[in-house]
């Protein structure tokens, strides 16, 4: 029986000092499995030395493929990029800080022999997240599963395995130029577990998302997941419109009775708080907008770099 072919995928950013032993690790874990492999890195418009150390591996490596972003597009595209090119029978996308274990492949592997086309990664303990993360990370679930017709499992990474079934399936449809990978594979069905870890502090370097870089995601995921906030904002703003009938109509009365509705302050903070509310509704559907925007331009979601030297 043939052999089955695995591609890792593996986003890279800046991560200079992380790449050798990142490399030596993982084909070590490779090699303790029955199953021939690629290994795709991603360099999504690194500008400290990744590119130079990435050509260099690949020249040495028969197994390695790396391509290189014309400049960052972010990691969703890097994910895409690696999931475009591949050729396994399975695919796994991972980052190369080391936080995605690569001894855990041995796992999702064998969870994929048991007929699974999608295993997720669901982190159970973060050694380097603080208290305000670790909040804000369920909080953000919990809500993205309140909106979604959906089930997302909370705490699911971008580190994941899918099935060759699913990855046709990503390289046809689901374009979207703004896209939450880790939820796209869990609304397009079929046979999926997860597999519980402990995500370990990084080895080296820092992290590379920022604090706006995750609000920037998680409008991404939202936005990508359901059209709720929009509906929401249709009831709020028909809420605050029976309000203001029922306080013309109050005020209209008072007046025949000689008794006019009056107060500087009631008036300014009713005005303020409808303002508040309607540039918030306003800005929920300038994202959508938005979004739309950037979809209709048919944009490519990335741009690759080779270089004649490459």
């Given at each position: 029986m043939q052999k089955k072919t695995i591609t890792i995928v593996v986003s890279v950013y800046n991560e200079e000092d992380m790449l050798s032993l990142f490399l030596k690790e993982l084909k070590k874990d490779l090699q303790k499995i029955d199953c021939n492999y690629e290994i795709i890195?991603?360099?999504?418009?690194?500008?400290?030395?990744?590119?130079?150390?990435?050509?260099?591996?690949?020249?040495?490596?028969?197994?390695?493929?790396?391509?290189n972003f014309s400049r960052n597009f972010g990691h969703e595209a890097a994910m895409i990029a690696g999931i475009d090119y591949s050729i396994?029978?399975?695919?796994?996308?991972?980052?190369?800080?080391?936080?995605?274990?690569?001894?855990?492949i041995k796992d999702m592997v064998e969870e994929y022999e048991k007929g699974f086309d999608i295993i997720n990664m669901v982190s159970i303990k973060r050694e380097d997240a603080g208290f305000v993360k670790k909040i804000t990370s369920k909080l953000?679930?919990?809500?993205?599963?309140?909106?979604?017709?959906?089930?997302?499992?909370p705490?699911?990474?971008?580190?994941?395995?899918?099935?060759?079934?699913?990855?046709n399936i990503l390289k046809t449809d689901y374009r979207e130029r703004n896209r939450f990978i880790r939820g796209i594979i869990q609304m397009i069905g079929f046979k999926k577990t997860t597999i519980s870890f402990k995500v370990p502090a990084r080895a080296k370097g820092k992290s590379k998302y920022s604090l706006f870089k995750l609000m920037i995601l998680s409008a991404s995921a939202i936005a990508s997941?359901?059209?709720l906030p929009l509906k929401i904002s249709l009831m709020v703003g028909v809420l605050f419109g029976i309000?203001?009938?029922?306080?013309?109509?109050?005020?209209?009365?008072?007046?025949?009775?000689?008794?006019?509705?009056?107060?500087?302050?009631?008036?300014?903070?009713?005005?303020?708080i409808s303002f508040s509310i309607l540039f918030f509704v306003l800005g929920i559907i300038g994202e959508?907008?938005?979004?739309?925007?950037?979809?209709?331009?048919?944009?490519?979601?990335?741009?690759?770099?080779?270089?004649?030297?490459?």
């Open positions: 890195f991603v360099n999504d418009g690194s500008i400290d030395n990744s590119r130079n150390i990435l050509n260099t591996i690949e020249k040495d490596e028969e197994a390695v493929k790396v391509i396994g029978d399975m695919v796994i996308c991972m980052d190369s800080d080391l936080q995605h274990p690569p001894e855990l953000f679930y919990k809500f993205l599963n309140k909106i979604s017709k959906i089930e997302i499992e705490n699911a990474s971008d580190f994941f395995l899918i099935s060759k079934k699913v990855v997941s359901s059209q309000l203001s009938i029922i306080v013309s109509v109050y005020s209209v009365i008072m007046k025949f009775m000689g008794n006019p509705f009056s107060g500087y302050t009631t008036i300014i903070v009713l005005i303020s959508y907008l938005g979004y739309l925007f950037v979809e209709i331009k048919k944009r490519p979601i990335y741009i690759i770099d080779k270089s004649e030297e490459e």
